[in-house]
């Protein structure tokens, strides 16, 4: 692809060589094939008209990915292999299907930071805490801090039965079912 080649490194560095990689506003319509960049950990591919990801051409050791402002309508199967990414932005695109979505990104343990906003998803029941809920490591949503009331609210909301479980030990008595 053009794009990459006007990307190449600069004089003296090879592709292995790369960490970082911009192609933010390139007017890219797919992904491009990134593979050869073994050791690249942030990418910028913000600001283009993307409408497909494709997980084969992203390092596994990315730890930044920018990819807000595209036409992206999932991203399942793209990124679940990206699991030391710490930072994901992808609001401003046309994401549907928070639990695809959510389950997508489950396997990221160390994913402190990403945003969903202005997405289909982000007008979804109960959309931040779902999030929450299923990414215990997010400490920032949609630019927001997360609040320790709001993973007491997640936990009460998706795991009802162990909440009533674990309010009745706190208080001595015994659950009942």
């Known amino acids: ?34 593979s ?7 990418l910028w591919l913000n600001n283009n008209t993307i409408s497909e990801l494709s997980g084969r051409s992203l390092n ?19 990124l679940k292999h990206l699991t030391c990414l710490r ?3 992808l ?3 046309r994401l549907r299907g928070l639990e695809d979505t959510t389950k997508e990104l489950r396997r990221m343990q160390q994913l402190h930071t990403a945003t969903f906003f202005l997405n289909p998803i982000s007008h979804e029941a109960e959309y931040r805490l779902h999030v929450i809920h299923r990414l215990p490591s997010i400490q920032v949503l ?13 936990f009460q909301m998706f795991n ?11 208080f001595g008595r015994r659950a009942t079912g």
């Open 1 to 34: 692809i053009q794009d990459i080649k006007e990307s190449q490194p600069a004089a003296g560095r090879r592709d292995v060589d790369v960490d970082q990689l911009n192609l933010s506003k390139k007017k890219l319509t797919r992904l491009p094939d990134l």
């Open 60 to 78: 596994c050791c990315l730890t930044e990915l920018y990819l807000q402002n595209n036409n992206i309508p999932s991203i399942s199967g793209a």
């Open 91 to 93: 609001h401003n695109n």
């Open 87 to 89: 930072v994901l932005l």
């Open 142 to 154: 949609d630019g927001e801090g997360v609040e320790s009331a709001e993973r007491r609210r997640s």
């Open 36 to 42: 050869r960049f073994h050791f690249l950990r942030e």
């Open 160 to 170: 009802r039965e162990r909440h009533r479980v674990l309010q009745s030990v706190a």
